[in-house]
């Protein structure tokens, strides 16, 4: 069974850093792309940031570009989502998630539907 655990979540000012840190278990990390999804209350869960499973690749939603950086950790079965200049808007809870396929592959998922496993997320609170 995959387990995905979420860490390093919390409140910060206006322009402060976090990151963010998912300890995967149950199976083959370094075969599967990892994702990071955000989802404030009364929207829909969004895409943040995914990475390939070899790390070789990364894609970032447009409010993410320039200030997070998804890196992997293969070795530690860890992804992580490092956020710089937060904004009152990143307020959120963030999950990682896995595919349940799509073992080595050259496609990097980022639609929620691609993805089967998911965190309990960690709620990241921006005040202004």
């Known amino acids: 069974q995959v387990q995905l655990v979420e860490s390093g979540g919390g409140l910060v000012q206006a322009g402060y850093s976090l990151r963010l840190s998912c300890v995967a278990s149950?199976?083959?990390?370094?075969?599967?792309?990892m994702g990071w999804f955000r989802q404030a209350p009364g929207k829909e869960r969004e895409f943040v940031a995914g990475?390939?499973?070899?790390?070789?690749?990364?894609l970032y939603a447009d409010s993410a570009k320039d200030r997070f950086t998804i890196s992997r950790d293969n070795a530690k079965n860890t992804v992580y989502l490092q956020m710089n200049g937060l904004k009152p808007e990143d307020t959120a809870v963030y999950y990682c998630a896995a595919p349940s396929g799509l073992r080595y592959s050259a496609y990097l998922p980022y639609r929620p539907v691609e993805f089967t496993y998911w965190g309990r997320g960690t709620q990241v609170t921006v005040s202004s």
């Open positions: 149950g199976r083959d990390f370094s075969a599967y792309a």
């Open positions: 990475i390939k499973w070899n790390g070789a690749t990364t």
